[in-house]
Antibody, heavy 124, light 104 residues
Framework: EVQLVESGGGLVQPGRSLRLSCTAS????????MSWVRQAPGKGLEWVGF??????????EYAASVKGRFTISRDDSKSIAYLQMNSLKTEDTAVYYC???????????????WGQGTLVTVSS | EIVLTQSPGTLSLSPGERATLSCRAS???????LAWYQQKPGQAPRLLIY???SRATGIPDRFSGSGSGTDFTLTISRLEPEDFAVYYC?????FGQGTKVEIK
């Protein structure tokens, strides 16, 4: 059974940093791209970014709203994906979901499995 | 960047009724790249449909997806109590704003 468990959320002041972890089990983690999607309180879903598998270079892509502040990385030996969030803003307050990405082909993709999410609150 | 517009914003129906949800893209997209998700309060989203019309594992056959080009539809043939939720469409990094299906 595929399981994704996020951790590391909490209350943080604006301008500070936080690192989220996504611990995966039930599949060969290194074979898959992983993505983070967030949801502000009472709002819809917003893609944050993803990291490709090592077979596809392990490269990353980010939403414009977080580019330059957030970094996604992975440790395939531990089956963990990370979201390093720096220079946090109040508008980054959201539940952050870890997802396993599945590609249709070389470009299109969807979010096949989701973790339960971890809440990040940015407030002074 | 593609914009996905879902309608209606809220759909008020009774159990047993048919629900028809729309997702319109701002430009023509490959029909293979459209997915639908269901989200219940306090829960993570769940994949329902991918490739516009393929049901994910374990999804009941009362859920069906259709469409191509810029217009896509999620149909729930007969609403069950557990189907009242918010539904999102997605293509690449873009999500629609969601349609809430509520009990009338």
């Amino acid at each position: 059974e595929v399981q994704l468990v996020e951790s590391g959320g909490g209350l943080v002041q604006p301008g500070r940093s936080l690192r989220l972890s996504c611990t995966a089990s039930g599949f060969t983690f290194g074979d898959y791209a992983m993505s983070w999607v967030r949801q502000a309180p009472g709002k819809g879903l917003e893609w944050v970014g993803f990291i490709r598998s090592k077979a596809y270079g392990g490269t990353t892509e980010y939403a414009a709203s977080v580019k330059g502040r957030f970094t996604i990385s992975r440790d395939d030996s531990k089956s963990i994906a990370y979201l390093q969030m720096n220079s946090l803003k109040t508008e980054d307050t959201a539940v952050y979901y870890c997802t396993r990405v599945r590609y249709y082909d070389s470009s299109g993709y969807y979010f096949h499995y989701w973790g339960q999410g971890t809440l990040v609150t940015v407030s002074s | 960047e593609i914009v996905l517009t879902q309608s209606p914003g809220t759909l008020s129906l009774s159990p047993g009724e048919r629900a028809t949800l729309s997702c319109r893209a701002s430009q023509s997209v490959s029909s293979s790249y459209l997915a639908w998700y269901q989200q219940k309060p306090g829960q993570a989203p769940r994949l329902l449909i991918y490739g516009a019309s393929s049901r994910a594992t374990g999804i009941p056959d009362r859920f069906s997806g259709s469409g191509s080009g810029t217009d896509f539809t999620l149909t729930i043939s007969r609403l069950e109590p557990e189907d009242f939720a918010v539904y999102y469409c997605q293509q690449y990094e873009t999500f629609g704003q969601g349609t809430k299906v509520e009990i009338k």
